[in-house]
């Protein structure tokens, strides 16, 4: 009966730990990318307020991609969305392994060579609390229709900042995962786990792997956004049916809702002020027409107010910026791909102070080439400025040597 009191007060205890960790925000500290597209070896620091910029072909669209893969993790997705991407063929970084010094001093040309290190494409990123890497490999030769599906080789859950065999809590190589025991053991969770499966959407459990299932919580509470629409047939612009909507969806298709949302639960103050910085003289209603909801736009100089119909793609892209920005829900990752679609450069400055202030409660990452909007965001103490360049189709980041780079290890196969 001891041994029994001894194994409930256990789990009791990762229970109540596992409630207080999913009602946390915590902050990510590096993202790291290697061989996907240009991103051969990519080591990103984070903070709060992260600003990803660089020329056209630079590597910001890899960037985000890889990130939105790896919240694909979370969900079952990652195969899929490869797929989707032309598969692991497509992605994989193009250049040769290595770049010896006479290429680099433009005395031989580019080649290629023998490979040596396996084919490989691995996705990471670390926190305070968590760190959490995926290893994705060509399959063994077969007959199967699905041949050319990539298979998960390797993931890794541990505990800080840096992967280490002392803080490694949840293991999976090929089809074992196994987690580590609080008295230190390693407990096998299943030995025949799919190629395709992660065990994040697999093997999550609050009794046996609770740091799995607050990882995954964690990731799947990311949140991206990436091009409203804003065109004549736009969801945005026709009136929908209007319910609580304390996160705006990707399409936009619920601005109304959204808006009313933030009206009624939200910060309402900050929003009316969203608008005047944006448009001076300006406010906005939502028309609740037999549960239709509806945003008129009220302009100073007119008789009348503007319904979304009517509305300028710029106007109504900043709205759904607004909707989005100033969410009843912040979640613990707020991704931002070139924001600045569509918008007036005027509009910028004001974007710029709209993101900031959603940086307080939400970890914030933007992608953007534009200048208004960069000066805008390096304006915040807090912005971390990444700026990205291209060298021999190479990503790096301009200006840190690899000395002053976060510390990461990848798990082995």
Not at 54 to 76: C, E, F, M, W
Not at 305 to 315: C, H, I, K, P, V
Request: net charge neutral; charged share 20%.
């Amino acid at each position: 009966m001891a041994v029994t009191n001894e194994v409930c007060l256990t789990n009791r205890q990762k229970l109540i730990w596992l409630i207080v960790m999913l009602a946390i925000q915590p902050m990510l500290t590096t993202l790291a990318i290697s061989n996907y597209r240009s991103l051969r070896n990519l080591l990103v620091p984070l903070r709060r307020l992260n600003l990803i910029t660089g020329p056209n072909g630079s590597g910001k669209s890899s960037v985000y991609r890889a990130l939105r893969l790896l919240a694909d993790t979370a969900q079952g997705g990652v195969i899929p969305s490869l797929a989707r991407e032309g598969g692991l063929q497509s992605t994989l970084w193009a250049g040769p392994e290595k770049l010896s010094a006479a290429v680099k001093r433009g005395e031989h040309k580019v080649q290629g060579t023998v490979r040596k290190e396996r084919v490989n494409l691995r996705l990471g990123f670390a926190g305070d609390d968590f760190g959490y890497a995926i290893d994705l490999g060509l399959p063994s030769p077969s007959t199967s229709a699905f041949a050319l599906d990539p298979e998960i080789k390797t993931e890794c859950i541990w505990a800080g900042p840096v992967l280490r065999p002392a803080s490694l809590l949840v293991e999976r190589r090929t089809w074992v995962v196994r987690t580590r025991q609080s008295d230190g053991e390693w407990e096998v969770l299943s030995y025949q786990l799919s190629s395709f499966d992660s065990m994040m959407t697999q093997l999550a459990d609050p009794r046996n792997a609770p740091e799995m299932l607050v990882l995954r919580e964690q990731i799947r509470s990311w949140r991206f956004y990436d091009h409203f629409r804003t065109d004549v047939d736009a969801p945005a612009r026709l009136p929908q049916i209007g319910t609580h909507t304390p996160v705006l969806s990707n399409d936009g298709s619920d601005l109304a809702a959204a808006l009313q949302t933030i009206f009624e639960i939200g910060d309402a103050v900050a929003l009316n002020g969203a608008v005047a910085d944006a448009f001076p003289g300006s406010s906005i209603t939502v028309l609740n027409i037999e549960g239709r909801f509806e945003i008129a736009m009220n302009q100073h100089g007119l008789l009348r107010s503007l319904r979304a119909a009517e509305l300028s793609d710029g106007t109504l892209r900043y709205l759904l910026w607004i909707a989005a920005l100033l969410t009843p829900r912040p979640p613990g990752l707020l991704v931002l791909n070139e924001p600045e679609t569509s918008l007036h450069p005027d509009l910028l400055p004001a974007l710029g102070r709209l993101i900031a202030n959603a940086a307080a409660a939400s970890q914030v990452l933007v992608v953007t080439h534009a200048p208004k909007l960069i000066a805008a965001l390096e304006e915040q103490p807090e912005c971390n400025s990444v700026v990205l360049e291209k060298e021999f189709g190479e990503t790096r980041i301009v200006g840190v040597d690899k000395l002053n780079l976060p510390v990461w290890r990848w798990a082995s196969r």
